[in-house]
């Protein structure tokens, strides 16, 4: 089995790693003395010179060198990471999976006291204020340490540090299938726990801190034939009572006549204010179980386990709850945020192609926010992430779009959690919405997938920017491309034009009596109400059919 390391500069990964490669014949790799090693400069120089991408970059390929964990019992390798490399999601699933992973935590100011005595100098903290550094770093850095296998707090002695972590290899043994957690994060909207494998284990977690006496599990029969009843039986293993709600499938379940029903099931099942609600499915059956959750009793705990990828990277997240009317979409909700969140990518390995695909035009929209490396990603590896290629759940790409897309949403709605902000914060997620709700609506909801339907927004979205100087041709034509490249948003829609406009002036983003635009610019996104209508007609037209417009 292989150790790692982590923890901020300072934190003793070097000396803990020698002492305990030492007592057990193991090798000791420290990350940044073999990236020196191979570029032949220290670090300083390295960051002085190239910069600090160059280093991550150099990072990057160091841990891809390490290979893959040794699976049995007995500890082959000590890795000492830098600091900073788990900030990479990359990074993150090359090095935990199958390891066992060791936080390795102090106090700043007594870190800061020996970086003072280290010989060796750290690009991060060499400023005037190194507490005040390295306070910002451990707040920034703290989701991604929290998913160790063992935290260590505050131990400055390196023998009782190594005690505690040969117990914890006594404990562990050769259990390789435990599923990895790559992410750990208390927000105020959530605990968001990301990972491979996790799912059962995260959500007895969360039961137990919820001091949850039964396990109530709100599903729909595809989810729980795909995942819920292995959830099920992990959770009765562990001693806990599972009771079962079943919705139905997709947006089907998204009407207020499900909610009464499904309110009388927990009515029946004697459910207290206290008593959480697991919900297991898609976007929709999450949106309908977090508006259960936020009206029965006036206001339930819920855990959702996201179990499709539009789900783990969008809906799940932020506290948006809803069903539909024949009018318009999520015209009924409310705001209640989860108490956890479970993202486990494994569950997707069972998600039909169409909705994998379909979930990358959320994935664009949240590239066009302004994360360039998440639209690279998309660009070079979206359509075998589309595909389910094996290659690109192996070597994370699946992982690390998930990840880039759920927290880039968490920062967001953390700035503006109710969508107050009229022309910043939660707003901006609307990209692509606006029309993609039209168009979804004038499929009665079943024609087109969500994301498929924000394709075909974001397309219409982008026509409207360039049209009134907004969005560079040159911004528009990279969205076009990778949409194409995606394969959606690529066919004319056979709907009438009326009828998608008449569903657009239902749209909730309508503010003193206009529309709320979000619009493209070259790298982000602006906030219009001043869209001259005839501008609107004309990109709504350009997405259907030449016999559906007027």
Same mark, same amino acid.
């Given at each position: 089995?292989?150790?790692?390391?982590?923890?901020?500069?300072?934190?003793?990964?070097?000396?803990?790693?020698?002492?305990?490669?030492?007592?057990?014949?193991?090798?000791?790799?420290?990350?940044?003395?073999?990236?020196?090693?191979?570029d032949g400069r220290p670090i300083p120089t390295i960051f002085a010179e190239d910069?600090?991408?160059?280093?991550?970059?150099?990072?990057?390929?160091?841990?891809?060198?390490?290979?893959?964990?040794?699976?049995?019992?007995?500890?082959r390798r000590v890795i000492a990471t830098g600091g900073g490399a788990v900030v990479?999601?990359?990074?993150?699933?090359?090095?935990?999976?199958?390891?066992?992973?060791?936080?390795?935590?102090?106090?700043?100011?007594?870190?800061?006291?020996?970086?003072?005595?280290?010989?060796?100098?750290?690009?991060?903290?060499?400023?005037?204020?190194?507490?005040?550094?390295?306070?910002?770093?451990?707040?920034?850095?703290?989701?991604?340490?929290?998913?160790?296998?063992?935290?260590?707090?505050?131990?400055?002695?390196?023998?009782?540090?190594?005690?505690?972590?040969?117990?914890? =290899?006594?404990?562990? *043994?050769?259990? $390789?299938?435990?599923? +990895? &957690?790559?992410?750990? @994060?208390? /927000?105020?909207?959530?605990? !968001?726990?990301?990972?491979?494998?996790?799912?059962?284990?995260?959500?007895?977690?969360?039961?137990?801190?919820?001091?949850?006496?039964?396990?109530?599990?709100?599903?729909?029969?595809?989810?729980?034939?795909?995942?819920?009843?292995?959830?099920?039986?992990?959770?009765?293993?562990?001693?806990?009572?599972?009771?079962?709600?079943?919705?139905?499938?997709?947006?089907?379940?998204?009407?207020?006549?499900?909610?009464?029903?499904?309110?009388?099931?927990?009515?029946?099942?004697?459910?207290?204010?206290?008593?959480? =609600?697991?919900?297991? *499915?898609?976007? $929709?059956?999450?949106? +309908? &179980?977090?508006?259960? @959750?936020? /009206?029965?009793?006036?206001? !339930?705990?819920?855990?959702?386990?996201?179990?499709?990828?539009?789900?783990?990277?969008?809906?799940?997240?932020?506290?948006?709850?809803?069903?539909?009317?024949?009018?318009?979409?999520?015209?009924?909700?409310?705001?209640?945020?989860?108490?956890?969140?479970?993202?486990?990518?494994?569950?997707?390995?069972?998600?039909?192609?169409?909705?994998?695909?379909?979930?990358?035009?959320?994935?664009?929209?949240?590239?066009?926010?302004?994360?360039?490396?998440?639209?690279?990603?998309?660009?070079?590896?979206?359509?075998? =992430?589309?595909?389910?290629?094996?290659? $690109?759940?192996?070597?994370?790409?699946?992982?690390?779009?998930?990840?880039?897309?759920?927290?880039?949403?968490?920062?967001?709605?953390?700035?503006?959690?109710?969508?107050?902000?009229?022309?910043?914060?939660?707003?901006?997620?609307?990209?692509?919405?606006?029309?993609?709700?039209?168009?979804?609506?004038?499929?009665?909801?079943?024609?087109?997938?969500?994301?498929?339907?924000?394709?075909?927004?974001?397309?219409?979205?982008?026509?409207?920017?360039?049209?009134?100087?907004?969005?560079?041709?040159?911004?528009?034509?990279?969205?076009?491309?990778?949409?194409?490249?995606?394969?959606?948003?690529?066919?004319?829609?056979?709907?009438?034009?009326?009828?998608?406009?008449?569903?657009?002036?239902?749209?909730?983003?309508?503010?003193?009596?206009?529309?709320?635009?979000?619009?493209?610019?070259?790298?982000?996104?602006?906030?219009?109400?001043?869209?001259?209508?005839?501008?609107?007609?004309?990109?709504?037209?350009?997405?259907?059919?030449?016999?559906?417009?007027?």
């Amino acid at each position: 089995m292989d150790i790692v390391l982590v923890g901020l500069p300072g934190s003793g990964k070097s000396v803990v790693g020698k002492r305990l490669a030492h007592r057990h014949t193991a090798t000791f790799i420290d990350l940044d003395e073999r990236i020196e090693r191979n570029d032949g400069r220290p670090i300083p120089t390295i960051f002085a010179e190239d910069g600090e991408s160059a280093f991550r970059r150099l990072e990057r390929r160091a841990v891809e060198e390490l290979g893959p964990a040794d699976p049995d019992g007995f500890l082959r390798r000590v890795i000492a990471t830098g600091g900073g490399a788990v900030v990479d999601p990359r990074n993150r699933w090359s090095l935990y999976r199958g390891r066992l992973v060791v936080w390795l935590d102090g106090r700043p100011e007594v870190l800061a006291q020996r970086l003072r005595r280290s010989p060796h100098v750290r690009p991060l903290v060499t400023g005037r204020d190194p507490i005040g550094t390295l306070r910002d770093l451990a707040a920034r850095r703290e989701r991604y340490y929290a998913a160790s296998d063992v935290h260590i707090a505050g131990v400055a002695d390196v023998a009782t540090v190594v005690s505690a972590v040969e117990a914890h =290899i006594a404990e562990r *043994g050769s259990d $390789a299938d435990r599923g +990895t &957690a790559l992410l750990s @994060a208390e /927000t105020p909207i959530g605990r !968001i726990v990301i990972g491979d494998g996790i799912a059962a284990a995260a959500v007895d977690e969360a039961l137990g801190r919820l001091e949850a006496r039964r396990t109530i599990i709100v599903s729909e029969p595809g989810a729980w034939d795909a995942v819920g009843t292995g959830i099920a039986t992990a959770l009765e293993e562990r001693g806990r009572t599972v009771e079962t709600v079943l919705l139905p499938e997709g947006e089907a379940a998204k009407r207020l006549a499900v909610i009464e029903t499904a309110a009388s099931d927990l009515a029946k099942h004697h459910i207290s204010r206290g008593e959480p =609600i697991v919900a297991i *499915g898609g976007g $929709a059956l999450g949106d +309908t &179980a977090g508006f259960l @959750a936020a /009206t029965y009793l006036r206001g !339930i705990p819920i855990v959702h386990v996201p179990t499709s990828l539009v789900a783990q990277i969008d809906s799940s997240i932020g506290g948006k709850t809803a069903v539909d009317l024949p009018e318009g979409k999520n015209l009924v909700g409310a705001f209640h945020q989860p108490s956890d969140i479970v993202i486990d990518v494994a569950l997707l390995a069972t998600l039909p192609a169409r909705h994998r695909r379909a979930a990358l035009g959320e994935a664009v929209k949240m590239a066009v926010l302004g994360d360039e490396r998440l639209f690279e990603l998309l660009e070079t590896r979206g359509d075998a =992430i589309a595909g389910g290629d094996s290659g $690109a759940i192996e070597q994370g790409d699946v992982a690390e779009l998930v990840e880039r897309c759920a927290m880039a949403k968490v920062d967001v709605v953390l700035t503006d959690e109710r969508e107050r902000s009229g022309s910043t914060g939660r707003v901006t997620l609307n990209l692509g919405h606006s029309l993609g709700h039209a168009v979804e609506a004038a499929a009665g909801f079943e024609a087109l997938l969500h994301g498929e339907a924000v394709a075909y927004g974001l397309r219409a979205a982008s026509r409207i920017g360039e049209s009134i100087g907004v969005t560079p041709p040159e911004r528009a034509a990279r969205i076009g491309a990778v949409l194409d490249s995606l394969g959606l948003a690529i066919e004319p829609l056979p709907f009438d034009l009326d009828d998608v406009l008449r569903h657009l002036a239902l749209d909730k983003k309508h503010e003193a009596g206009r529309l709320r635009w979000v619009l493209p610019t070259a790298d982000g996104v602006e906030v219009r109400s001043d869209v001259p209508d005839e501008v609107v007609v004309e990109a709504a037209g350009s997405l259907l059919a030449a016999g559906s417009a007027r």
